[in-house]
């Protein structure tokens, strides 16, 4: 995807590039026609002349807008839309070392405490990647308002200790914020599961900590994961559309528009000029 945003970037901006490069060389040679034919003809208003000056800087003004935006939009398909997906990925790997970490501690029930020490750290490492800083897990992601929880974003901006952003950082819209919330609710409710079946682990239960362990009944560990993890993968989802909707618009849209405007005004700036310079040459 960055590979692609980048190749995008890159040939759509050469090409707009281009032809704003030529949009502002015919105005140039405009410019330099319309003064020379009036100092011929010694007339200030040349219609068509002048007609032509003024659709050869509309047309290098869309140009140069058209530059302007592709940064943006390519930045954040880019580092947003693609940085969201991999940041995304990495939540989901953290959380699954974790969770088999749980699953493997019924197996090997003499080492249980190496496998709580795993489970542990891959929690960690999740709620960093996620949230951004220790406990922000316990904090709602979402204000009653819908917005993302500004105090709980300052306060991880000013306090991540990863190298990346956290995701809950990173996202735009209501959907991956709520997408989010739903994640961390449900991880909550899998870490109560979890601590129950560290529980019945401790109390030689090993029949009832596998039951919930592997149990997809509600409220059962895996229901609950599966749960974390499908939220997690709507904003992998919800990212990718960014991604394409994005790419899909410069890729097609963007560079029929130009190339279909660009050859309607040059049409109109050759037919106004020939007319122009018709007019006044019948004056000499």
């Known amino acids: 995807m960055a590979e692609a945003g980048e190749q995008a970037g890159g040939t759509l901006g050469g090409?707009?590039?281009?032809?704003?490069l030529s949009a502002g060389g015919l105005l140039a040679l405009l410019t330099l026609v319309s003064f020379w034919l009036r100092g011929k003809v010694r007339r200030y208003v040349t219609p068509g002349i002048d007609g032509a000056l003024v659709l050869s800087m509309l047309v290098l003004i869309v140009m140069l807008i058209g530059l302007l935006q592709l940064p943006n939009q390519f930045s954040r398909m880019t580092q947003m839309a693609?940085?969201?997906?991999?940041?995304?990925?990495r939540v989901l790997v953290a959380g699954n070392?974790?969770?088999?970490a749980e699953s493997s501690a019924l197996i090997d029930v003499n080492r249980a405490e190496t496998w709580y020490g795993q489970f542990d750290a891959g929690v960690n490492e999740m709620e960093l990647r996620l949230c951004g800083v220790q406990d922000c897990l316990q904090q709602a992601f979402v204000s009653?308002?819908?917005?993302?929880?500004?105090?709980l974003i300052e306060q991880v901006r000013r306090g991540t200790v990863i190298q990346d952003r956290p995701l809950i950082a990173s996202v735009e819209t209501r959907q991956e914020l709520q997408a989010l919330e739903s994640a961390r609710t449900a991880f909550l409710d899998y870490l109560a599961v979890h601590d129950q079946i560290v529980t019945y682990i401790e109390s030689g239960q090993i029949d009832e900590a596998v039951a919930l362990n592997?149990?997809?009944?509600e409220g059962e560990?895996?229901?609950?994961?599966?749960?974390?993890?499908?939220?997690?993968?709507?904003?992998?989802?919800?990212?990718r559309e960014t991604f394409d909707t994005i790419w899909n618009a410069q890729r097609t849209t963007l560079p029929t528009q130009q190339v279909l405007y660009s050859v309607l005004a040059f049409g109109a700036i050759i037919v106004l000029t020939g007319l122009g310079v018709s007019h006044r040459f019948r004056e000499l």
């Open 214 to 217: 592997t149990g997809f009944e």
């Open 221 to 239: 560990s895996e229901t609950l994961y599966a749960a974390f993890t499908e939220q997690i993968e709507t904003v992998q989802a919800l990212n």
């Open 97 to 100: 070392l974790a969770n088999r």
């Open 82 to 89: 693609y940085y969201n997906i991999s940041s995304s990925s």
């Open 15 to 20: 090409q707009i590039f281009l032809v704003a």
């Open 144 to 151: 009653p308002s819908g917005q993302a929880n500004t105090t």
